[in-house]
């Protein structure tokens, strides 16, 4: 052994994965499957080991039967699946201990450098914990776990706090422990194919970026809808609610990249300097651009649908948003005067997200005689389907075949489960491996994090001292008519509602459009 030893190469890496929380929900739904993925498709480096931290006491062996029931083949269901799934466990540990000890965290370093021996080390913790113990891990970490010689990264994840000082704070406790290089704060909706996506349609197709302004875009809606309601997560969910959870981060991120200036280079710093200048460039949110819903509970079908407060977490008499829709403009050169509308929410009538670009009328319109008195609805659209059934599509106006002049609506449709025979992968996989490359780009910077919070928090703080009341709307429904009127109010109609009632032409009357 001890020549064995002796031969190894002491430069060649080996990288071990310390996942804290190991028996929470995340990590058995979303981590360890990912870190399969990465080694199924020798993503991970040759030399890698896993721990699961926990504060239950379970063996190896233990953890193992937990983590093997959520591993899947995606790609090659038939294949040498189980075999790769016994590799991959015999090369996944555990270590029992506390979050805020640092004696355990010494332990669980006796065991990495046990299983190091001979290589350049290299340590991932990824944080699957709740915030209020981040900063206690990662004294630990940092104190008694990091590499000596290599690099010890950090992966955390939101909630960073619940406003701007909150998670300033944060952010000063864990730039006590690590430099802001070590710590890879995860937005998962940055991981997603086609919001990485963005970039490459917008800046390497020449038809998309000289109509990329507000001279050619009328405005643009982020969609973010759930058909179930926040079922078993209440007590975490009500005291965040829907704009902390969904739209300070996944849709404001959405709207960063979309926004952004072209960055420099593709380089993280270059890409992070660009949106943090759209975020600081946002108009302040203004209580009337803002509608808050809550859904109720609902009978369809024979089939009864919880309300909100009836999660028993939930308080019952909770005012806590699970809907909103919201106007943002930024204010600069390209973007002035176009609404950015924004719409999420839990326990609604379809799960989806998307990114819809309405663009201006064709102006003096030859064909407008064949379009009716409805000229918003022969608008060109541009929609990016984030999920699910991943598509870009463009409507424009097109003749009907044959004899006459009949104009219809179709999509030119780039649908990625008839274009790619690949998988997509999860959003976990990408920026698990980007973590593993030292790759920031996909992952929030703190003053991108500080910007995010300086726009939503005037307005969260406005709405609690308000004791704003949401308006309920049904469980499965379209949520509250005031996102209508909201749209409305900027000269906008909610694009995924007419596609899907095309014959409607608004849910209320809509102003006519001024150019
Ligand atoms: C999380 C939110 O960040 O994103 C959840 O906390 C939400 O409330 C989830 O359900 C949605 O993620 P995805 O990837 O399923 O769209």
């Known amino acids: 052994m001890l020549c064995w030893v002796l031969f190894l190469d002491k430069t060649e890496p080996t990288i071990s994965i310390t996942v804290v929380g190991a028996s929470g929900d995340l990590a058995k739904r979303k981590i360890f499957p990912a870190l399969f993925v990465l080694f199924y498709e020798d993503h991970l480096p040759k030399h890698f080991t896993i721990y699961g931290y926990a504060r239950s006491k379970l063996t190896d062996e233990e953890l193992r039967n937990m983590i093997s029931k959520t591993l ?4 090659d269901k038939w294949g040498n699946c189980s075999d790769k799934r016994d590799q991959f466990l015999q090369r996944c540990f555990y270590h029992s201990g506390q979050y805020n000890s640092e004696e355990n ?12 021996v001979g290589r350049l080390p290299n340590r991932l913790f990824f944080l699957s914990i709740p915030p209020n113990i981040f900063v206690d891990v990662v004294r630990c970490v940092s104190r008694c776990t990091s590499s000596a010689t290599g690099w010890t990264r950090v992966i955390v994840e939101k909630p960073f706090g619940r406003d701007l000082e909150s998670s300033r704070e944060m952010t000063k406790s864990l730039q006590q422990y690590l430099t802001e290089g070590q ?41 973010f809808l759930e058909d ?31 926004a952004m200036e072209t960055p420099v280079s593709l380089d993280a710093e270059d890409i992070r300097n660009e ?5 600081r460039s946002m108009r302040p949110l203004q209580l009337d651009d803002v509608i808050i819903g809550q859904y109720k509970g609902h009978i369809k079908g024979g089939k009864s649908y919880p309300a909100y407060t009836d999660d028993p977490t939930v308080p019952k008499d909770s005012l806590t948003a699970t809907f909103s829709a919201l106007a943002l403009f930024i204010d600069n050169a390209r973007w002035d005067g176009v609404p950015f509308l924004m719409k999420a929410g839990k326990a609604l009538h379809t799960r989806r997200a998307e990114i819809r670009v309405q663009f201006r009328h064709v102006p003096g319109n030859l064909f407008k005689t064949n379009f009716g008195t409805d000229l918003d609805k022969a608008t060109n659209e541009l929609v990016i389907r984030v999920q699910p059934d991943e598509a870009i599509y463009l409507k424009i106006n097109n003749k009907i075949p044959g004899l006459g002049m009949r104009i219809d609506r179709s999509k030119l449709n780039l649908l990625y489960a008839t274009r790619y025979s690949n998988a997509i992968p999860d959003a976990y996989e990408r920026l698990l491996l980007d973590a593993i490359k030292g790759e920031h780009r996909l992952f929030i910077r703190s003053d991108e994090l500080d910007a995010a919070w300086a726009l939503f928090t005037p307005l969260l703080k406005d709405l609690e001292e308000k004791k704003t009341v949401p308006e309920l709307y049904p469980y499965g429904s379209r949520g509250p008519i005031g996102a209508h009127y909201l749209a409305a109010k900027h000269n906008v109609r909610w694009g995924d509602l007419s596609e899907e009632n095309p014959e409607v032409s608004s849910y209320i009357p809509i102003h006519r459009m001024v150019e």
Not at 275 to 279: Q, S
């Open 275 to 279: 949106k943090v200048k759209v975020l």
């Open 105 to 116: 965290f010494s332990e669980l370093d006796i065991k990495l450098k046990e299983k190091e």
């Open 183 to 223: 710590i890879f704060r995860i937005d998962h909706y940055l991981g997603k194919e086609l919001v990485e996506n963005l970039s490459v349609l917008r800046f390497s197709n020449l038809v998309f970026e000289p109509l990329w302004s507000r001279t050619y875009i009328r405005n643009v809606q982020l969609i």
């Open 72 to 75: 899947t083949c995606r790609i």
């Open 228 to 258: 179930f309601g926040t079922e078993g997560r209440g007590g975490y969910f009500d005291s965040y609610g829907i704009i902390r959870d969904i739209m300070q981060n996944h849709l404001l991120q959405m709207l960063a990249l979309f």
